[in-house]
């Protein structure tokens, strides 16, 4: 097999890469290890209760328990189907904020600048929300507000304002601090994946080759020039030239652990794996950062919640409503409102995101909703400091690697969520949300002192999904790839997925990854065509 560009992982990046890249012709060959995307829990927003530890969809990756998080196993849902984990996630669209960019930009990553990524968030959606200048009108991805609010959203945004929160009447227009309700990447009934999107439209052209059940093994180097994979695909070791470039897109854990293991690492650690050293790189597999995240959880009287709506009898009515209008519980992804703020008022931007979801889980048995209607709040880091690791702890590539998260060990992101617990309290006690509050379940009205809040973040927080930064980018000499995503010191290769994120994004990823996709593409077409003057 032989293509112009050969991509390992058709996830959120992975997609928008194939098709940007064979949109102009050039020969592309897209390995996914997952299957096709043909499960109608995909398609259905509320089929994403179902997708996280699925046995066919989710790598089912867990990281090593820790004692800053009580020793508890972690689980890391990713997704493994055409669309990656755009396939299986909570649909929330938000784009991050103008200083997330700015920073990167400051940091030596030149052309990264909020200025210079504005134009690809435009290119890739599809909405009628905010303004022109801001928001794409004609991209690939439609963004969609909820079709239908419950009244408890509606109070909880209320209830924000109350307590000092200015509405953002766009949550992805300029207006970076506030709360407003959230966008979807859905389009009417259907999830919105950036394999129903962008790959549903490239995928009859010739020059597209899409290989599923196809697992990326080994890069192979010609001296220090990446020249294919290895892949093995229905118990079959293959192998797929590059001949302009690979590019790998396998995602935050993935990414790090196919170079480590195709000799690109700390030279140390690799050879006691036994894996030849291609390039001494230690940074690759560090600075993983993610959004932790702590539930307060309440009880709530004479409220519609989604745990009602998705229970028998009354589920039979909401897939009633969802076929003939496309509405109801069964379009809700995992958010419906947001407040963006600040844990101090000295922060430069808003370091906190509340995620309000109008129904509760059960924490003996998640990700089941408990049988009394209940909401939920988490407080989550939306600027972390916490940083940990993306190991190989072997040289098969069918062993998943050591995934340490280093929650808390920056001990201002526990001050941080302490904080966001004590706001998601100040916002529950206003009066138009206050007389429904039945009882806080967690952490409960016995947590009142920082330090037993404290507890309940070690205890209870978790992860919200949102791996970021082990491959990533810079000028610097620690950086694993340069601002045009190319992998310093080796010719030939990219990483294009969330792993090259210096910091992680405020807020939800998918929006900023699909953006980087878009723009890491013209970036390759840009130098293609240079090299070709
Ligand atoms: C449960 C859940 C809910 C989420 N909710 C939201 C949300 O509401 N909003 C939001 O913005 N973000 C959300 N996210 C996060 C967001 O979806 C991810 O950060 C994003 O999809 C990651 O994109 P990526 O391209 O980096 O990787 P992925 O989309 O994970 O793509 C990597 C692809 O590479 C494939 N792959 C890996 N290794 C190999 C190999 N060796 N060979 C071949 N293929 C390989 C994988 O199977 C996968 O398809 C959520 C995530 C999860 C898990």
């Known amino acids: 097999m032989e293509a112009d560009y050969v991509i390992v992982g058709a996830g959120s990046a992975g997609c928008v890469l194939a098709e940007r890249l064979s949109a102009g012709g050039a020969s592309v060959i897209l390995l996914e290890a997952g299957p096709r995307d043909r499960s109608v829990l995909i398609h259905v927003p509320a089929g994403v209760a179902k997708l996280s530890g699925h046995p066919v969809y989710d790598w089912g990756f867990e990281a090593s328990p820790e004692p800053l998080t009580g020793g508890r196993v972690i689980k890391l849902p990713r997704g493994k189907v055409l669309g990656g984990t755009s396939s299986i996630n909570g649909m929330n669209f938000v784009r991050g904020v103008a200083a997330d960019f700015d920073a990167w930009a400051q940091a030596g990553c030149r052309g990264w600048s909020y200025d210079d990524v504005l134009p690809h968030f435009k290119a890739i959606e599809q909405t009628e929300s905010g303004d022109d200048h801001t928001r794409g009108r004609s991209g690939p991805i439609a963004v969609e507000p909820y079709r239908t609010v419950l009244p408890i959203t509606h109070r909880f945004v209320a209830a924000a304002q109350q307590a000092g929160f200015t509405l953002m009447p766009d949550i992805n227009g300029d207006a970076t601090e506030g709360v407003g309700y959230s966008q979807m990447s859905r389009r009417g009934r259907f999830r919105q994946s950036t394999a129903s999107t962008f790959l549903a439209a490239a995928r009859r052209r010739p020059n597209l080759q899409i290989e599923t059940g196809a697992v990326a093994t080994r890069l192979t180097f010609q001296g220090l020039r990446c020249s294919g994979v290895d892949f093995r695909q229905d118990g079959v070791d293959q ?33 006691d794996l036994g894996v030849d050293v291609v390039l001494d790189r230690p940074s690759v597999g560090h600075n993983l950062s993610d959004h932790y995240t702590a539930p307060l959880s309440a009880r709530v009287l004479d409220a519609l919640t989604v745990n009602q709506m998705r229970r028998w009898p009354r589920l039979g009515l909401e897939m009633l409503r969802w076929v003939v209008t496309g509405r109801g519980a069964l379009t809700f992804g995992a958010t419906t409102a947001s407040v963006y703020c600040r844990s101090r008022p000295d922060v430069a931007s808003p370091d906190l995101q509340l995620l309000f979801f109008p129904g509760s889980f059960d924490p003996a048995n998640m990700p089941e909703l408990e049988r009394e209607p209940g909401l939920r709040v988490s407080a989550t880091l939306a600027r972390p400091r916490s940083r940990g690791t993306v190991l190989a702890t072997s040289s098969d590539p069918f062993a998943a690697p050591q995934i340490k998260l280093g929650y808390l060990s920056d001990p201002d992101d526990l001050r941080v969520l302490v904080e966001g617990l004590k706001i998601a309290r100040r916002i529950l006690a206003a009066p138009a949300i206050a007389p429904l509050i039945r009882r806080e379940t967690a952490p409960g009205a016995q947590a009142q002192s920082d330090e037993a809040i404290a507890q309940h973040v070690r205890n209870a927080g978790t992860t919200v999904h949102h791996l970021a930064g082990t491959c990533r980018m810079g000028e610097d000499l620690e950086a694993v790839v340069d601002s045009r995503l190319r992998v310093r010191g080796i010719g030939g290769l990219r990483v294009i997925d969330a792993s090259i994120m210096p910091t992680v994004t405020t807020g939800n990823i998918n929006a900023p990854i699909i953006m980087i996709a878009d723009k890491g593409a013209a970036m390759i077409l840009e130098d293609a065509a240079t090299l070709k003057h």
């Open 239 to 271: 192998h797929a030239v590059a001949r302009r470039e690979m590019i790998v897109s396998a995602g935050a854990i993935c990414s790090p652990q196919l170079l480590q293991i195709s000799g690109i690492g700390a030279a140390a650690q690799l050879r």
